[in-house]
């Protein structure tokens, strides 16, 4: 069955410090691949996405992500976290079958230091 | 702003009761999505419509029903109200083959 796994439920950086958040899925084709975030009662946006072509992705507020098949990975990085970063990320996978399934993973909470 | 929007943004209402949540979908977009969140169960898949018809289920109660007016919003009806229904609903919508949008949700509080 399709899965996707988010291994940190919580990570705390340094503001200024680098982030990476880690997925991995299963699943036996390419999907399509998603890194959402979440802020405090708010709604799911999303940051970037990938479909074909260029495995390293960018998206909005500075994030990219890269997609590596051999690993069944597509990891969130930032190279310089700011306060307002902190929230929770969640990373999904899409699978192109007779409707347009998407699985989300279970989150990792982001806390910032100042 | 996503486009999508939901109302109400808060409820509050007592167990046994029913309650229904709306959602408008961004322009053009014919698939509906409810998501379920809560502090236990994360993010829950419960239902998608594409074009007024139901495409798929997640995990949806019995209790839960859903449908996609001909004007692409979509309601979602909760009955028999439990403590545990007690979530933010979220409602996505998408284009075929693309990502989907979230609203902002409707914060369901049952006492």
């Known amino acids: 069955a399709q899965s996707v796994t988010q291994p940190d439920i919580h990570i705390t950086v340094s503001e200024g410090a680098s982030l990476e958040l880690r997925c991995n899925y299963s699943?036996?084709?390419?999907?399509?691949l998603f890194w959402y975030v979440q802020s405090p009662g708010q709604g799911l946006q999303l940051l970037l996405k990938?479909?074909?072509?260029?495995?390293l992705v960018q998206g909005i507020k500075g994030f990219e992500a890269e997609f590596k098949r051999s690993q069944s990975s597509f990891n969130l990085r930032k190279p310089s976290v700011h306060w307002s970063d902190a929230a929770e990320y969640f990373c999904?996978?899409?699978?192109?079958?007779?409707?347009?399934?998407?699985?989300f993973g279970p989150g990792t909470s982001l806390s910032v230091i100042p | 702003d996503s486009g999508v929007t939901q109302t109400p943004k808060h409820l509050i209402t007592a167990t046994g009761q029913r309650v229904t949540l709306r959602c408008s979908p961004r322009?053009?977009?014919?698939?509906v999505y409810w998501y379920q969140q809560s502090l236990d169960q994360g993010l829950q898949f419960l239902i998608q419509?594409?074009?007024?018809?139901?495409?798929a289920k997640g995990n949806i109660l019995e209790r839960f029903s859903a449908q996609q007016f001909p004007d692409l919003h979509s309601e979602l009806n909760l009955s028999s109200l439990e403590l545990g229904d007690s979530a933010l609903y979220f409602c996505a919508s998408s284009t075929p083959g693309y990502e989907q949008y979230f609203g902002p949700g409707t914060r369901l509080t049952v006492t």
């Open positions: 699943y036996g084709a390419t999907p399509y």
């Open positions: 322009s053009g977009d014919l698939s």
């Open positions: 419509y594409y074009n007024g018809e139901e495409r």
């Open positions: 999904a996978v899409g699978m192109k079958t007779s409707y347009d399934k998407v699985i």
């Open positions: 990938y479909f074909s072509g260029d495995t």
